[in-house]
Structure formats: structure tokens, C-alpha cells
């Protein structure tokens, strides 16, 4: 089975912190996301990530950044936390080349809590 | 750009009820179309996808959910619900614009199955 590891299952810090969250997926996949899920907005694409070092803006990536320097591993970066960045963060990834529809796998999600 | 609209944010049926889930989407050409079930604390989890062929999918747990075309509709049913089926449902809708290589979801549907 895919499985994509999100290794912070939940976390509180403080303002103006900075915040890695990180994920690893084993099945070799080349694409890798990160969403924001709030209640009453579903999941919203924040960035992602279709080759190692290659990365694109989703719809809401302000405040955020990520980093691919190996294939499995994927970092989402909150460069200084504020507490509207409180919010749960799942990770997923697919196979590659471009989007096909392929069956996307997540994580199981990092609860953030900004203080 | 693609949309996904689920109109019901909050759905509750009795157990051994049928289940019908709402999903309204907006894209130009034939989209991929996804639903997602997520039980609480946990990522989220293929239930069915459509890409083309035949209209009425069959997925996981009893699951099948409709392409409908003239009504840009994709609705998930289930013709008994059972307890377990409680969770947060998510429609999603993929494209072959392979500049958007991710899904967008709708906001999601809280099933609650009362006994």
C-alpha cells in the first residue's frame, strides 16, 4: 500500500515562529501537495511539487513555502506563524507526469495550532 | 478555472435510510471527478472516481455516485447508510490541464446517522 507519513500529527507554537511540517510518501510518486482544510472551505491547494526541487503556487500559498530536495520528501514552511495559519495541513502525492487522474494519497493530516 | 460546490454543508439520515450527497461542479470540458470520505482525525480516503465510460460509478462501502452531464451534477448515493458511514465527505474535480496538476475540492458534507 501508498503511504504518505506525515510525521507531526499535531503541534502548537507560537507566533512569528517558523514551523516545518514534513512529509514522506514510499511509492516513488513524483507529484506531492500540500492542503489546507478548514471547516466550511473543504481543502484548499496551498503548493505543490511535480519533480524534486520543482514546485508551484496553489491558490493559497501566501505566508507559506515548501522545499523537494528528495523525491519522497516534501516540506511545507511557515516562515513566521500567525495564528490565522491555525488550521489542519495533509499532505498527498500521486503518480507523475501531468495530471491524469490518477488516485491521489494522503496523509493523515498536522493539526496547527498557532498561540 | 475548475469549481466544486457542495450545497449541504450538514446532512443527517437514519440508520438503513438511503443517502444521497449533493456535488455541482463548473469546468469547460469533461472533468475527472472524485469523491472522498474522511472519518474524523484521519486523512481522506478514495470512496469512487469517474473519468469516463459508463456515468454510474460503483465504489467502496457501497458507494456509487452518478455523472450527470446536463447538470454538471456528480451526486454520491448509498441505498442503506449504516452507523460507520458518519464522517465528512469531500467532491472533487480534476482536470487535464496539466498546468493545474492538483484536484479542487468542494466544502465538504457532514453526514450524521442517527440509530
Known amino acids: 500500500d501508498v503511504k504518505v507519513t506525515q510525521s507531526s500529527r499535531y503541534l502548537v507554537k507560537r507566533t512569528g515562529e517558523k514551523v516545518f511540517l514534513e512529509c514522506v510518501q514510499d511509492m516513488d510518486h513524483e507529484n506531492m501537495f500540500w492542503y489546507r482544510q478548514d471547516p466550511g472551505l473543504g481543502l484548499r491547494l496551498i503548493y505543490f511539487s511535480y519533480d524534486v526541487k520543482m514546485k508551484e503556487k496553489g491558490d493559497i500559498p501566501e505566508g507559506y513555502s515548501v522545499s523537494r530536495e528528495k523525491k519522497e520528501r516534501f516540506s511545507l514552511i511557515l516562515e513566521s506563524a500567525s495564528t490565522n495559519q491555525t488550521s489542519m495541513y495533509l499532505c498527498a502525492s500521486t503518480p507523475g507526469g501531468s495530471f491524469s487522474g490518477n488516485t491521489i494519497y494522503f496523509g493523515e493530516g498536522s493539526w496547527l495550532t498557532v498561540v | 478555472a475548475q469549481s466544486v460546490t457542495q450545497p449541504d454543508i450538514h446532512i443527517t439520515v437514519s440508520e438503513g435510510a438511503s443517502l444521497e450527497l449533493r456535488c455541482n461542479y463548473s469546468y469547460g470540458a469533461t472533468p475527472y471527478l472524485f469523491w472522498y470520505v474522511q472519518s474524523p482525525g484521519q486523512g481522506l480516503q478514495l470512496l469512487l472516481k469517474y473519468f469516463s465510460g459508463d456515468t454510474l460509478v460503483q465504489g467502496i462501502k457501497g458507494f456509487e455516485a452518478e455523472f450527470k452531464r446536463s447538470q454538471s451534477s456528480f451526486n454520491l448515493r448509498k441505498p442503506s447508510v449504516h452507523w460507520s458511514d458518519a464522517a465528512e465527505y469531500f467532491c472533487?474535480?480534476?482536470?487535464?490541464?496539466?498546468?493545474?496538476?492538483?484536484?479542487?475540492f468542494g466544502s465538504g458534507t457532514r453526514l450524521q446517522v442517527q440509530p
Open positions: 472533487a474535480v480534476g482536470t487535464m490541464d496539466t498546468g493545474r496538476r492538483a484536484l479542487t
